[in-house]
């Protein structure tokens, strides 16, 4: 079993930046892909960001590419993801989850172990 915990989220103004943080723990031999999705009310979850466990692979949804970085250093179960020039529309619930594999992937309904998420408010 997998657990992920989530940190970071927080009520900003638009234009700040916010890092939020993503810890895996428990059986982490088998975790291929570590994510974030965000949900914002009334709408479905969106794809954010991914990075392979090794941090060899990133991937980057389409509407934040160029504003969001994740990292992760090779061998340690946290993940980090800075969101620059924050904006309204950024407001959400940001989700993290592990995938376990057998192979990366940014296909998150493939991701099996789910954090509570956390909440980012983007004031204008």
């Known amino acids: 079993q997998v657990q992920v915990v989530e940190s970071g989220g927080g009520l900003v103004q638009a234009g700040a930046s916010l890092r939020l943080s993503c810890t895996a723990s428990?059986?982490?031999?088998?975790?291929?892909?570590l994510g974030w999705v965000r949900q914002a009310p009334g709408r479905e979850r969106e794809f954010v960001a991914a990075i392979s466990w090794s941090a060899t692979r990133r991937d980057y949804g389409d509407s934040v590419k160029g504003r969001i970085r994740i990292s992760k250093a090779d061998g340690d179960n946290t993940v980090y993801m800075q969101i620059n020039s924050l904006k309204p529309e950024d407001t959400a619930v940001y989700y993290c989850?592990?995938?376990?594999?057998?192979?990366?992937?940014?296909?998150?309904?493939?991701?099996?172990?789910w954090g509570q998420g956390t909440q980012v408010t983007v004031s204008s």
């Open positions: 989850a592990a995938g376990a594999g057998p192979y990366y992937t940014v296909d998150y309904s493939d991701w099996e172990y």
């Open positions: 428990g059986h982490t031999s088998n975790i291929y892909t």
